[in-house]
């Protein structure tokens, strides 16, 4: 059997979170999509959708996938009221949210879930660039016991910059129950600056496919499970999709089952510690998080290697507290600026990708085979070698 799949306005939280209340109750499936622009001419570009979908699916999420090919997530009212069950009970009841993350996000998704449970109104803060003080200005707005919001690490040290500078959006900051953390790494030095303030940051880990954050802290809540398969993060539950939406084949990959259960493939390296928490250690593939963005390091060295001059060029990436990840430029020639590599990345890529520097070496470190060796020249951009924590991924999932 199936239903009516409406698109809406992932910008407007209002029509989003009335259609899926709906959607919650049984009704239309809600496809909440962001606005598409093309870069020749600037004119919007609607989203082709299908006019229905599976009874069971009550909301699509477009997320980028790692080769770039957008995926379309279909997730059952069932696994957004279990994701949104787990999360009050992890951190300690429900309340009143900010909605500082868009409404075409798991994460901005999630928060209009929880309200919707709730039975509260959340405040929506302007969608576009994040500032501290607005963030603070929307925050006085709350008026319900019990204030919780969601950011990604960009939007949090944007906050605890301003904390450590201005004692009012401090004290606003603080106020909060619970801020959770999610959709790139989130540097520990922040995750501290923001704790010595007095901020209750939680890091959150899940995607799309887990109905946003499933793991708080390296701990699973709900009746999520974390199996380590060959050294790769699978996660289980009543939160997970139901897959991509007309897309078997991407679905058979990324969903498998063992041990009686349905498991969700996260494509994550990563391990269980001795008091059974999760590590995410990084991608099983070459992309990296940066500002919510997935980048290709592979897509950022084929537009770099473009250039004259840089074919031997190696694209590999870089801890940032503001943007979690970026790409650096090694290579063994020094004609190149950073602002012709930026342009060029940026006009194919997207803003996202551009790299933040160049290292000018005297050689390429190869393999026996005449490849990059790409862990050598990893190390030289960051000599201590230590792995990045990993967290949620496909822009914000908290």
């Not at 803060?125 to 929307?138: N, R």
């Not at 500078?165 to 401090?170: C, F, G, L, S």
């Not at 109905?211 to 050294?231: E, L, M, N």
């Not at 963005?293 to 592979?298: E, I, Q």
């Amino acid at each position: 059997m199936a239903h009516p799949l409406i698109r809406v306005d992932g910008g407007d939280a209002r029509a989003v979170m009335d259609t899926l209340r709906s959607a919650l109750d049984g009704g239309p499936a809600v496809f909440p999509a962001a606005d598409v622009v093309d870069a020749a001419d600037g004119a919007d570009v609607t989203i082709a959708v299908p006019a229905e979908v599976a009874d069971e699916v009550a909301l699509v999420i477009e997320t980028s996938g790692s080769s770039g090919r957008p995926k379309r997530v279909a997730l059952s009212a069932a696994a957004l009221l279990a994701s949104a069950e787990a999360s009050a009970a992890a951190i300690g009841g429900s309340g009143q949210w900010l909605m500082a993350l868009p409404a075409h996000y798991i994460a901005g998704v999630n928060v209009l879930v929880r309200s919707i449970v709730a039975d509260s109104e959340p405040v929506p803060m302007t969608v576009g660039h994040f500032d501290a003080h607005e963030f603070s200005v929307a925050a006085e707005r709350m008026h319900e016991v019990g204030r919780y919001t969601a950011l990604v690490p960009v939007q949090l040290a944007r906050i605890v910059d301003a904390s450590e500078r201005d004692d009012a959006v401090r004290a606003v900051a603080a106020r909060f129950d619970r801020i959770l953390i999610g959709g790139q790494a989130a540097p520990r030095d922040l995750l501290d600056r923001a704790r010595a303030l007095g901020l209750a940051v939680t890091r959150t880990y899940g995607s799309s496919e887990t109905s946003g954050g499933c793991v708080y802290d390296g701990r699973p809540i709900g009746d999520t499970r974390i199996a380590i398969v060959g050294g790769a993060v699978e996660l289980s539950g009543s939160v997970l999709a139901e897959g991509y939406l007309h897309d078997v084949e991407r679905t058979a990959s990324a969903f498998t089952v063992h041990d009686d259960r349905r498991w969700y493939r996260t494509g994550d390296l990563g391990g269980l510690g001795g008091d059974g928490s999760l590590r995410v250690t990084g991608r099983a593939d070459n992309v990296i998080i940066s500002g919510g963005t997935k980048v290709s390091l592979d897509a950022v060295e084929r537009a770099v290697r473009g250039l004259d001059g840089l074919q031997d060029a190696v694209v590999v990436s870089t801890s940032s507290e503001q943007w979690g990840q970026v790409p650096i430029v090694v290579t063994a020639s020094a004609g190149a600026t950073i602002a012709d590599l930026r342009a060029r990345v940026g006009s194919e890529l997207g803003p996202a990708a551009r790299p933040a520097s160049i290292l000018v070496i005297d050689r390429i470190p190869l393999l026996s085979t005449g490849k990059p060796d790409r862990r050598a020249v990893a190390l030289l951009v960051d000599p201590a070698g230590a792995p990045t924590t990993g967290e949620v991924r496909s822009g914000a999932t908290s």
